[in-house]
């Protein structure tokens, strides 16, 4: 027969020595517990190709050739696409495999290549000037490397405008694809190519009014 007391010890040690084993468990499951927290605070949603895409894909409705794909920071990589909206007129400079992440490295850098077209269509000892103009809705033409009369106009105290040309045939190099308002008018930055001192001609011009462009004449 066991008496009271030597029972009690029994238990009593018998549970100091399970202990540890139950702390580890405890430890091991709050270990698992932060790993799939921290896993899932590393995932990124990607774009990832739905098919095998040829280069020269030009990307007008991004829905249909990519999905939206959680991935793991280290596995999206650097410059991954993460929004279809990004995507949009973008082309492949390269072929991108079904379910490979769509990522900068696959498309053209338009912004190195425009410059560097730029840069080109420039005469010796001309300069790129960025000035604000104001925009004709209907002048779908006043994009890029077309020559251009500058305009200014004036909005006179009695509410009439007075226009006068200040620059003929000159390059529009560019204009910026987000046009904003200004005094209730429309307007967007036009990049221009000028001759030092021209560029302060148009400076002071702004000072005075608006500027606006029309297309120059062939035979003027």
């Known amino acids: 027969m066991w008496r009271l007391p030597t029972l009690l010890a029994l238990v009593v040690a018998t549970g100091s020595a399970f202990a540890p084993y ?4 405890s430890m091991t499951e709050a270990n698992d517990a932060r790993s799939e927290a921290n896993n899932v605070d590393d995932l990124v949603t990607v774009l990832v190709a739905k098919r095998n895409l040829v280069r020269g894909t030009v990307i007008t409705l991004p829905e249909k050739l990519f999905v939206a794909k959680k991935v793991t920071r280290a596995a ?5 696409f993460r929004r279809f909206d990004e995507t949009i007129h973008k082309k492949l400079r390269k072929p991108i495999a079904d379910g490979e992440v769509f990522t900068l490295d696959f498309v053209h850098d338009y912004d190195s290549l425009q410059k560097e077209l730029q840069k080109e269509s420039m ?16 002048c779908g033409w006043c994009r890029q490397l077309i020559e251009v009369d500058l305009i200014l106009v004036v909005r006179m105290a009695n509410g009439e405008t007075r226009t006068s040309t200040i620059l003929r045939k000159v390059l529009m190099l560019g204009t910026d694809s987000k046009a904003g308002i200004d005094d209730g008018r429309l307007v967007e930055k036009a990049v221009f190519a000028v001759y030092p001192g021209q560029d302060d001609q148009l400076s002071e011009a702004l000072t005075e009014g608006t500027l606006s462009v029309r297309l120059s004449r062939i035979d003027e």
């Open 22 to 25: 139950a702390a580890i468990g």
């Open 76 to 80: 999206a990589g650097k410059g991954a």
């Open 123 to 138: 005469r010796p000892g001309q300069i790129a000037f960025a000035v604000p103009i104001q925009v004709d809705p209907t």
